[in-house]
Every structure is written in C-alpha cells, then in structure tokens.
C-alpha cells in the first residue's frame, strides 16, 4: 500500500513540474473609440485566426501570455496559429498580424486604433483601452 501511495504522489508531482503556472488574467481589449462593448471567445478568434477583418489583430511575441491566449481563446497551440497565418499571407487572402514585445506596446498600439484588437493582462488595463472579453 505505501508503495502504491508513493506511486501516485509521485506521479502527481511530476504532473505539477510540468503544468503551466500562468495566472494572469487575460483580457481582450479594443480602443474606447471602438464601438464593440462585448465579445464571446469565438467571435474574437475570427479575428487572431484571420476568418475576419472587421478588426485588427494586434499580437504580442512568443511567450507564456501569447500561449495560453491561443489555448484559451483559439483552441490552438502557437504552431497551428503560425500554419493558418502563413497560408494565409501565402495566397494573398490576409496581411499577418503585427507583433509587439509587451502588454504596454499592445495597449498603447490599440488605444491608437479605433480597428484593432488585441490582448493584455487585466492588471495592464487602464483607462485607454476598453475591455470586451475577459478569457476564462
């Protein structure tokens, strides 16, 4: 018995070493100019996939925020994401998003932009950006 109690403790630490500690809330945010007030997960990844251009899509860099935006919002891993876009540019059907280094650049680049659509981390939120999807 203590040996399979071990088992299990051990195998539920290992579980733990590699489950992603991101806790940040994410939230979608558009410029106040924007009329949108708010937005389901779905019609936002319309957006980050390329499938409409109704809004801008403004990214942030590979990274841990980047991620799990793509695995909440999109059902997608960074890869996949890559693979829809190049395609996309590829036939000339969309221009791929532009990427930026921080939540700071992101905020500020749709504040400027009255069509563009991006995600920070809530903590980032003030009072030049409006939310319209908080990611669950």
């Not at 940040?24 to 389901?40: D, G, H, L, Q």
């Not at 996939?49 to 991620?67: A, C, Q, V, Y």
């Not at 540019?89 to 932009?113: H, I």
């Amino acid at each position: 018995m203590k040996t399979t109690i071990a088992k299990v403790l051990l195998a539920a630490g290992a579980w733990l070493a590699v489950a992603p500690v991101f806790a940040t809330e994410i939230v979608v945010i558009v410029s106040p100019k924007n009329p949108a007030t708010r937005m389901f997960s779905e019609q936002a990844a319309q957006f980050f996939l390329g499938k409409s251009t109704l809004f801008t899509p403004i990214e942030h860099t590979d990274g841990p925020l980047r991620n799990e935006f793509y695995k909440k919002v999109l059902d997608k891993d960074a890869t996949q994401v890559k693979a829809i876009w190049s395609k996309l540019v590829f036939t000339g059907k969309a221009s791929a998003p532009k990427e930026l280094g921080s939540s700071a650049e992101v905020k500020k680049a749709v504040a400027a932009d009255p069509q563009a659509i991006g995600y920070i981390e809530k903590s980032q939120v003030d009072d030049t950006v409006k939310v319209i999807l908080t990611v669950q």
